[in-house]
Protein backbone atom coordinates (compact mmCIF):
# COMPACT_ATOMS: atom_id res chain seq x y z
CA UNK A 1 0.00 0.00 0.00
CA UNK A 2 1.44 3.40 -0.73
CA UNK A 3 1.68 5.93 1.62
CA UNK A 4 -0.85 8.57 2.24
CA UNK A 5 -1.11 11.62 -0.25
CA UNK A 6 -0.49 13.87 3.14
CA UNK A 7 2.70 12.28 2.90
CA UNK A 8 5.04 15.35 1.43
CA UNK A 9 6.22 13.82 -2.50
CA UNK A 10 10.21 14.26 -1.12
CA UNK A 11 11.77 16.05 1.75
CA UNK A 12 15.48 15.85 2.54
CA UNK A 13 17.03 17.31 5.56
CA UNK A 14 20.93 18.95 5.34
CA UNK A 15 21.23 16.34 2.40
CA UNK A 16 25.10 16.29 1.13
CA UNK A 17 27.56 14.89 -2.01
CA UNK A 18 31.36 14.99 -1.70
CA UNK A 19 33.48 13.14 -4.56
CA UNK A 20 36.41 13.80 -2.49
CA UNK A 21 37.29 17.37 -1.29
CA UNK A 22 34.71 18.28 -3.45
CA UNK A 23 31.31 19.14 -2.41
CA UNK A 24 29.03 18.91 -5.10
CA UNK A 25 25.46 19.30 -3.10
CA UNK A 26 25.59 21.35 0.04
CA UNK A 27 23.87 20.81 2.90
CA UNK A 28 20.14 20.69 1.19
CA UNK A 29 17.23 20.70 3.34
CA UNK A 30 13.59 20.76 0.86
CA UNK A 31 10.34 19.52 1.01
CA UNK A 32 8.10 18.93 -1.90
CA UNK A 33 4.62 18.42 -1.90
CA UNK A 34 2.32 15.82 -3.32
CA UNK A 35 0.98 16.98 -6.52
CA UNK A 36 3.20 19.72 -6.99
CA UNK A 37 5.66 20.89 -9.68
CA UNK A 38 9.02 21.38 -8.12
CA UNK A 39 11.32 23.49 -11.11
CA UNK A 40 15.05 22.90 -9.86
CA UNK A 41 17.25 26.16 -11.14
CA UNK A 42 21.31 26.62 -11.18
CA UNK A 43 23.81 26.87 -13.77
CA UNK A 44 26.43 23.46 -14.65
CA UNK A 45 27.78 22.09 -12.14
CA UNK A 46 25.55 23.68 -9.44
CA UNK A 47 24.39 20.18 -8.36
CA UNK A 48 21.13 19.65 -9.72
CA UNK A 49 21.50 16.29 -11.82
CA UNK A 50 23.44 14.81 -8.43
CA UNK A 51 20.63 16.04 -6.13
CA UNK A 52 17.86 13.90 -8.65
CA UNK A 53 20.44 10.89 -8.79
CA UNK A 54 20.70 11.14 -4.71
CA UNK A 55 17.05 11.40 -4.55
CA UNK A 56 16.25 8.19 -7.06
CA UNK A 57 18.70 6.37 -5.23
CA UNK A 58 21.13 6.05 -8.03
CA UNK A 59 24.22 7.87 -6.15
CA UNK A 60 24.74 7.68 -1.98
CA UNK A 61 24.29 10.72 0.05
CA UNK A 62 27.48 11.02 1.80
CA UNK A 63 25.64 12.98 4.74
CA UNK A 64 21.78 14.11 5.72
CA UNK A 65 19.28 12.37 4.93
CA UNK A 66 16.11 12.43 2.28
CA UNK A 67 12.87 10.25 1.79
CA UNK A 68 10.85 10.48 -1.31
CA UNK A 69 7.06 9.15 -0.95
CA UNK A 70 7.41 8.29 2.56
CA UNK A 71 10.50 5.75 2.34
CA UNK A 72 13.70 6.48 3.32
CA UNK A 73 16.29 6.45 0.21
CA UNK A 74 18.93 4.92 2.04
CA UNK A 75 17.16 2.20 3.77
CA UNK A 76 13.89 1.47 0.85
CA UNK A 77 15.53 2.02 -2.28
CA UNK A 78 13.80 -0.48 -3.82
CA UNK A 79 10.55 0.36 -2.50
CA UNK A 80 11.16 3.86 -4.10
CA UNK A 81 11.72 2.56 -7.70
CA UNK A 82 8.49 1.25 -7.76
CA UNK A 83 6.94 4.68 -6.93
CA UNK A 84 8.71 6.94 -9.07
CA UNK A 85 9.95 7.65 -13.13
CA UNK A 86 12.99 9.20 -13.87
CA UNK A 87 13.60 10.82 -17.37
CA UNK A 88 18.11 11.98 -17.27
CA UNK A 89 19.56 13.91 -19.55
CA UNK A 90 21.13 11.27 -20.89
CA UNK A 91 19.71 9.64 -24.01
CA UNK A 92 17.74 6.23 -22.35
CA UNK A 93 16.05 4.85 -25.88
CA UNK A 94 17.37 2.39 -27.57
CA UNK A 95 18.02 3.62 -31.05
CA UNK A 96 18.30 -0.01 -32.30
CA UNK A 97 14.92 -1.23 -30.62
CA UNK A 98 11.22 0.32 -32.09
CA UNK A 99 9.58 2.41 -29.86
CA UNK A 100 6.82 -0.54 -28.71
CA UNK A 101 10.29 -2.64 -28.16
CA UNK A 102 11.59 -0.08 -26.03
CA UNK A 103 8.09 0.34 -23.59
CA UNK A 104 7.98 -3.73 -23.74
CA UNK A 105 11.69 -3.92 -22.25
CA UNK A 106 10.29 -1.10 -19.86
CA UNK A 107 7.46 -2.82 -18.70
CA UNK A 108 9.37 -6.12 -17.65
CA UNK A 109 11.58 -3.82 -16.01
CA UNK A 110 8.55 -2.54 -13.87
CA UNK A 111 7.10 -5.84 -13.34
CA UNK A 112 4.33 -4.93 -15.40
CA UNK A 113 1.89 -8.08 -14.83
CA UNK A 114 1.75 -9.85 -18.56
CA UNK A 115 -1.94 -9.68 -18.54
CA UNK A 116 -1.94 -5.92 -18.67
CA UNK A 117 1.24 -5.12 -20.50
CA UNK A 118 0.34 -4.61 -24.07
CA UNK A 119 -2.53 -2.82 -23.33
CA UNK A 120 -0.45 -0.48 -21.29
CA UNK A 121 1.86 -0.15 -24.02
CA UNK A 122 -0.43 0.72 -26.33
CA UNK A 123 -2.32 3.49 -24.04
CA UNK A 124 1.54 4.57 -23.52
CA UNK A 125 1.68 5.07 -27.36
CA UNK A 126 -1.26 6.95 -28.14
CA UNK A 127 -1.05 9.03 -25.39
CA UNK A 128 1.79 10.27 -26.34
CA UNK A 129 1.29 10.80 -29.75
CA UNK A 130 3.44 7.69 -30.90
CA UNK A 131 0.94 5.27 -32.03
CA UNK A 132 1.65 5.58 -35.72
CA UNK A 133 5.27 5.25 -35.17
CA UNK A 134 5.43 2.51 -32.80
CA UNK A 135 6.98 0.07 -34.93
CA UNK A 136 9.70 2.24 -36.33
CA UNK A 137 12.95 2.15 -35.19
CA UNK A 138 13.75 5.00 -32.29
CA UNK A 139 16.88 6.04 -34.54
CA UNK A 140 14.37 7.23 -36.91
CA UNK A 141 12.45 9.49 -34.53
CA UNK A 142 12.98 13.26 -33.95
CA UNK A 143 14.07 14.33 -31.00
CA UNK A 144 11.01 15.76 -29.48
CA UNK A 145 9.79 11.92 -30.09
CA UNK A 146 12.28 10.39 -28.27
CA UNK A 147 11.53 12.44 -25.80
CA UNK A 148 8.24 11.78 -25.34
CA UNK A 149 8.68 8.17 -26.24
CA UNK A 150 11.12 8.26 -22.53
CA UNK A 151 8.55 9.96 -21.19
CA UNK A 152 6.14 7.30 -21.98
CA UNK A 153 9.10 4.72 -20.83
CA UNK A 154 8.89 6.24 -17.34
CA UNK A 155 5.42 6.38 -17.09
CA UNK A 156 4.33 3.10 -17.59
CA UNK A 157 3.90 2.07 -14.37
CA UNK A 158 1.91 5.25 -13.10
CA UNK A 159 4.44 6.67 -10.43
CA UNK A 160 3.34 8.95 -8.24
CA UNK A 161 6.55 11.20 -8.38
CA UNK A 162 8.24 11.50 -11.87
CA UNK A 163 11.90 13.27 -12.52
CA UNK A 164 12.68 15.05 -15.38
CA UNK A 165 16.21 16.14 -15.69
CA UNK A 166 15.57 18.68 -18.55
CA UNK A 167 12.88 17.38 -20.27
CA UNK A 168 12.72 19.76 -23.58
CA UNK A 169 16.18 20.62 -23.65
CA UNK A 170 17.79 20.78 -27.23
CA UNK A 171 13.80 20.50 -28.41
CA UNK A 172 12.84 23.29 -31.05
CA UNK A 173 9.65 25.64 -29.55
CA UNK A 174 6.97 23.32 -31.00
CA UNK A 175 8.85 20.32 -30.01
CA UNK A 176 9.02 21.73 -26.56
CA UNK A 177 5.07 22.82 -26.40
CA UNK A 178 3.83 19.19 -27.55
CA UNK A 179 6.04 17.80 -24.92
CA UNK A 180 4.80 19.82 -22.10
CA UNK A 181 1.22 19.88 -23.71
CA UNK A 182 1.52 15.72 -22.80
CA UNK A 183 3.01 16.45 -19.40
CA UNK A 184 0.20 18.53 -18.17
CA UNK A 185 -2.20 15.66 -19.59
CA UNK A 186 0.30 13.11 -17.71
CA UNK A 187 -0.60 15.43 -14.24
CA UNK A 188 -4.02 15.53 -15.19
CA UNK A 189 -4.46 11.87 -15.23
CA UNK A 190 -2.58 10.54 -12.65
CA UNK A 191 -2.03 13.67 -10.61
CA UNK A 192 1.94 13.02 -10.87
CA UNK A 193 4.12 15.03 -8.57
CA UNK A 194 6.99 16.68 -11.03
CA UNK A 195 10.50 17.66 -9.56
CA UNK A 196 12.70 19.12 -12.85
CA UNK A 197 15.39 20.64 -13.76
CA UNK A 198 15.47 23.35 -16.44
CA UNK A 199 17.53 25.97 -18.05
CA UNK A 200 14.92 27.61 -19.76
CA UNK A 201 13.36 30.31 -17.39
CA UNK A 202 9.85 30.82 -19.14
CA UNK A 203 9.97 26.91 -19.05
CA UNK A 204 9.91 27.33 -14.89
CA UNK A 205 8.36 30.27 -14.57
CA UNK A 206 5.20 29.18 -16.58
CA UNK A 207 4.89 25.42 -15.61
CA UNK A 208 6.36 25.23 -11.87
CA UNK A 209 4.70 26.24 -8.52
CA UNK A 210 7.75 26.50 -6.51
CA UNK A 211 11.13 27.09 -8.05
CA UNK A 212 14.54 26.01 -5.75
CA UNK A 213 17.98 27.82 -7.15
CA UNK A 214 21.62 25.90 -6.61
CA UNK A 215 24.49 27.92 -6.32
CA UNK A 216 27.82 25.75 -5.76
CA UNK A 217 25.63 23.02 -4.55
CA UNK A 218 23.85 25.12 -2.01
CA UNK A 219 19.90 26.14 -2.11
CA UNK A 220 20.00 29.95 -2.29
CA UNK A 221 16.53 30.39 -2.45
CA UNK A 222 12.91 28.57 -2.27
CA UNK A 223 9.57 29.67 -3.16
CA UNK A 224 7.25 30.69 -5.72
CA UNK A 225 7.92 33.63 -8.15
CA UNK A 226 6.09 35.91 -5.72
CA UNK A 227 8.22 34.79 -2.89
CA UNK A 228 11.23 34.96 -4.76
CA UNK A 229 10.49 38.13 -5.91
CA UNK A 230 9.93 39.32 -2.31
CA UNK A 231 13.13 38.02 -0.70
CA UNK A 232 15.15 39.62 -3.42
CA UNK A 233 13.10 43.48 -2.48
CA UNK A 234 12.79 43.08 -6.52
CA UNK A 235 8.55 42.92 -6.90
CA UNK A 236 8.85 43.03 -10.44
CA UNK A 237 11.75 41.58 -11.47
CA UNK A 238 11.66 38.55 -13.88
CA UNK A 239 12.76 34.70 -12.71
CA UNK A 240 15.66 35.53 -15.58
CA UNK A 241 16.53 39.02 -13.32
CA UNK A 242 16.40 36.84 -9.88
CA UNK A 243 18.21 33.58 -11.08
CA UNK A 244 21.49 36.27 -11.95
CA UNK A 245 20.63 37.86 -8.44
CA UNK A 246 20.40 34.78 -6.38
CA UNK A 247 23.59 33.22 -7.91
CA UNK A 248 25.47 36.09 -8.19
CA UNK A 249 25.70 36.61 -11.86
CA UNK A 250 25.28 39.32 -14.13
CA UNK A 251 21.66 38.45 -16.46
CA UNK A 252 23.74 39.04 -19.28
CA UNK A 253 26.34 36.23 -17.92
CA UNK A 254 23.61 33.97 -17.19
CA UNK A 255 21.89 34.11 -20.61
CA UNK A 256 25.47 33.72 -22.00
CA UNK A 257 26.19 30.93 -20.17
CA UNK A 258 22.95 29.34 -20.76
CA UNK A 259 22.69 29.84 -24.21
CA UNK A 260 25.91 28.31 -24.50
CA UNK A 261 25.42 25.29 -22.31
CA UNK A 262 21.52 24.37 -24.37
CA UNK A 263 23.67 24.38 -27.56
CA UNK A 264 26.63 21.94 -26.63
CA UNK A 265 24.01 19.93 -25.17
CA UNK A 266 21.43 19.56 -28.04
CA UNK A 267 24.80 18.42 -29.99
CA UNK A 268 25.47 16.06 -28.04
CA UNK A 269 21.77 14.43 -27.04
CA UNK A 270 20.42 14.41 -30.34
CA UNK A 271 23.38 14.44 -32.27
Same mark, same amino acid.
Given at each position: ?121 ? !? ?7 ? !? ?68 ? !? !? ?68
Amino acid at each position: MLPSSTIPALSTQGLTRRFGAHVVVDDVSLVVADGEVFGLLGRNGAGKSTLIKMLTTLLPASSGSASVAGFDVARQAARIRQVIGYVPQALSADGELTGYENLLVFARLYAIPRAVRSQRIA !EALEFMGLS !EAAHKLVATYSGGMIRRLEIAQSMLHQPRLLFLDEPTVGLDPVARDTVWQHIKQLRARFHTTIFMTTHYM !E !EAQEFCSRIGILRAGKLVACGTLEELRAGSGRAGATLDELFALYTGESLEAAGAYNDTANARRAGQRLG
